[in-house]
């Protein structure tokens, strides 16, 4: 399978009155097309500022990201960001809206992934009336409505409860492995990338290195809830939980 986007030797720098903070070094790393990958490591460690340099919202200071153009990126933040005002259709439709692309083809495809994924009784509601879960589906689908060939997750579940938070994750990723979908996702819960991931990439306590990296192999692996039974996972688990340094 062909590499869709590459980092090669990215690095980082801050600079303010007290000097300069490296929050990036030297990272390399190339995901190929279809993967799920999880990003891992210490709170701070710059799993976001590398997340944000992936998707342009930062520019890194030296190193290449080798990506072909026509490549589209998606973004799905730790809030689901709805507006309270506009109905679920309506915030749906908002990033295509923004960009001038509200074709009449592009909204029959938005309602159909809001009918395929269980919200089609909600189209003309208002977030308000919606779960924490349901809220993240349609800040997924808004995501996919842009047609993206990568989604980038940050934290996507840290706002749900426990809950919660495992039904979304099975929803999460039966969507983005039933599109196709690359997604690149940063998360401080280790059974959470284990259980969504086809790799888990752990980072060093800033500057971010890449410290290990695992590939995820399951025997009967399914849904992320199912996949916590495997009896894989707990070896994962130790493993990745030993290479993170928590107490730095």
Known sequence: M??????????KKYYSDRGELVAIDNISI??????YVAIVGP????????LNIIGGINKQNSGEIIMDPSIKIGYMLQEDSLFDWLTILDNCLLGLKIKGQLTTENIKYVEE?????????????????????????????????????????DEPFSALDYQTRLAVSDDVYKI??????TAIMISHDIAESISMAD???????????????????????????????????????????KEIDFHV
């Not at 190339?30 to 993967?35: A, N, Q």
């Not at 709170?43 to 590398?50: A, E, F, I, P, V």
């Not at 983005?176 to 979908?181: A, P, Y």
């Not at 039974?229 to 994962?236: L, Q």
């Open 199 to 241: 790799r888990v990439i752990v980072l060093t306590n800033r500057p971010a290195r890449v410290k290990k990296v695992f590939d995820i192999y399951m025997e009967n692996k399914s849904n992320p809830i199912n996949n916590r039974s495997c009896k894989e996972f707990s070896k994962y688990y130790d493993m990745i939980w």
């Open 176 to 181: 983005i492995k039933d599109t196709g979908k």
């Open 30 to 35: 190339d995901i190929k097309e279809g993967e």
């Open 2 to 11: 062909n590499n869709i986007i590459s980092l090669k030797n990215i690095n």
């Open 43 to 50: 709170s701070g460690c710059g799993k976001s500022t590398l």
């Open 113 to 153: 992934l809001i009918n395929t994924y269980g919200l089609s009784e909600f189209i003309n509601s208002y977030p308000s009336s919606l779960s924490g879960g349901m809220r993240q589906r349609v800040a997924l689908i808004r995501t996919l409505a842009l047609k993206p060939d990568i989604l980038l997750l």
